[in-house]
């Protein structure tokens, strides 16, 4: 049997942190019902970089808990508005990419959400937004911008400290939140969902199709997920990610990068990420981090991978970091058979982009050499047979 609207309410409000209105999205629910009309329920993402990511992912699942109630989940490929650059969360201008890097990233965006969406025609329907936006005229513009004040622009939190602080905010930026919301007039979204630093862009949208004529969507936004430095939202831009494309396992994959998460965070990834009750998962965490961590790793691997790749990825951590072994498959350079400081070896290897930091990381203490700590930047090495190079979770064999 399919959940009562309030059971409804209650399991998306695991993962979501506000609907505006609630009362309304109850209205829609039940209209959907009555008239057996599927809701759209509409997710924006801008192909700003090649990888979705498990930030992605929290909105993502809440959308594919509407598609499993029978309703449809309308994904709005940004390929023009990612032209524009989306200011939230910024104190800066992002860069605007070439339309090549962002045709390319486009490319990739459906294949990676299939891992999360249903992805049949009842279920996904996918729009590219320079469909519409790419076909208005000058008068169409400012039609369109006409729609919103200066005022109302600045009440943005991250204008307003911009506008506050002296730093530049440019006029491109002040119309992204009017070309997203746009793309609900165009596609009559019922239910608009993002991370919670959408909220201003998604109300836009509501706005804007109350003064076309339509139904207004209802807003619902989730949490950020923290990255895994613990510190801010997952990013591309800040490297603090993980991909839902990243291998099982190796030096970039998903079980070591799950592993190294902040203790702290624990709880909202299983609580935003998994669907596993929390009184059990909370008394996991309690008892034994690194453990819980284990399964949150496996979990999610299984969930985006499979569950033998999540098991074979927890034996190779085991046999890595446990066991301390070494992996069988690592890449390999030649020395070149003369005596030689290990940082350029280091840069060679592509363990690290420049002397300066090869140099840095052998100080702190993160390189080996056979299980044999080198501190030494100055010391000279001379290699007569392959020697394992160790940098962190990174290995690479060093032949003579």
Not at 24 to 39: C, D, F, T, V
Not at 234 to 261: C, E, H, Q, R
Not at 348 to 356: D, E, F, G, H, I
Request: aromatic letters at 4%.
């Amino acid at each position: 049997m399919s959940p009562t609207i309030d059971e409804q309410i209650s399991l998306l409000q695991r993962r979501v942190e506000r609907i505006v209105p609630e009362v309304e999205l109850r209205r829609k629910l039940e209209l959907s019902n009555k008239a057996g009309r599927p809701l759209r329920i509409k997710l924006g993402m801008d192909p700003t970089a090649p990888d979705v990511t498990l930030g992605h992912c929290v909105p993502l699942k809440v959308v594919r808990q509407f598609q499993e109630w029978g309703h449809k989940a309308v994904l709005i490929i940004g390929d023009y508005t990612a032209r524009v650059g989306d200011p939230s969360g910024r104190n800066t201008t992002r860069p605007v990419l070439s339309g090549e890097q962002i045709d390319s990233n486009a490319k990739t965006y459906v294949e990676q959400v299939g891992k999360i969406l249903l992805t049949d025609p009842n279920h996904l329907e996918v729009q590219y937004n320079g469909q519409w936006l790419s076909k208005m005229d000058l008068v169409g513009i400012i039609r369109l911008l006409s729609q919103k004040t200066v005022a109302q622009m600045l009440a943005r939190e991250d204008f307003h400290n911009r506008y506050r602080q002296g730093v530049d905010i440019r006029l491109h930026e002040l119309i992204y939140p009017l070309m997203q919301g746009y793309d609900s007039v165009m596609i009559d979204a019922d239910v608009e969902m993002g991370g919670s630093d959408q909220l201003f862009n998604n109300l836009v949208g509501r706005d804007l199709q109350a003064e076309a004529g339509k139904s207004a969507q209802v807003v619902m936004v989730t949490p950020l997920l923290v990255g895994t430095d613990g510190q801010i939202k997952m990013s591309k831009s800040k490297g603090n990610y993980i991909a839902v494309t990243d291998p099982p396992s190796g030096a970039d994959g998903m079980f070591g990068k799950i592993m190294s998460l902040p203790d702290a965070l624990l709880e909202s990834y299983y609580r935003l990420l998994t669907d596993l009750p929390m009184e059990g998962v909370l008394g996991h965490i309690q008892k034994s981090p690194r453990d819980a961590k284990i399964a949150l790793a496996k979990h999610v691997i299984a969930w985006l991978h499979s569950p033998q790749a999540a098991d074979g990825a927890e034996a190779d951590f085991i046999k890595q970091f446990v066991k301390h072994e070494v992996p069988d498959d690592i890449p390999q350079i030649a020395a070149g058979g003369m005596s030689q400081k290990l940082a350029p070896l280091i840069v060679k290897a592509k363990l690290a982009a420049t002397n300066s930091e090869a140099i840095r990381k052998i100080r702190e203490g993160a390189v080996s050499l056979d299980g044999n700590k080198i501190t030494d930047p100055q010391q000279e090495h001379t290699f007569s047979a392959p020697v394992v190079l160790r940098l962190g979770r990174r290995y690479v064999r060093i032949k003579p």
